[in-house]
């Protein structure tokens, strides 16, 4: 019943943008705090970004000044911009849900549920 459905990924050359999408149902982003993971080859699953319940939004360090996370209330969707991108955005991404504690957004553990995961790939 509850399912997240992601898309917008593709090849990109390094300083391009693409934005990701995730559309959600069974549960609303509002009431939930939304966030992206990415997981690149041979590495573990990091945190990108994340959207409280109140708005507010957090991002990695690795990605702030060029990854923006946003949601769009009306159509249950949940957003990432990403500009400037570089060969290290390579991954595939994964859109997630749920109530994690304010000082663990960054966990995987601490979200309830997860997009299909969709890839970026960076070339120079």
């Known amino acids: 019943q509850v399912q997240l459905v992601e898309s917008g990924g593709g090849l990109v050359q390094t300083g391009g943008s693409l934005r990701l999408s995730c559309a959600a149902s069974?549960?609303?982003?509002?009431?939930?705090?939304g966030a992206w993971f990415r997981q690149a080859p041979g590495k573990e699953r990091d945190f990108v970004a994340a959207?409280?319940?109140?708005?507010?939004?957090f991002h990695a360090d690795s990605v702030k000044g060029r990854f923006t996370i946003s949601r769009d209330n009306a159509k249950n969707t949940l957003y990432l911009q990403m500009n400037s991108l570089k060969l290290e955005d390579t991954a595939v991404y994964y859109c997630?849900?749920?109530?994690?504690?304010?000082?663990?957004?960054?966990?995987?553990?601490?979200?309830?549920?997860w997009g299909q995961g969709t890839q970026v790939s960076v070339s120079s």
């Open positions: 959207i409280r319940r109140s708005g507010a939004t």
């Open positions: 069974g549960f609303t982003f509002r009431a939930n705090t």
């Open positions: 997630a849900a749920g109530a994690p504690s304010p000082n663990k957004y960054e966990r995987p553990n601490e979200y309830d549920y």
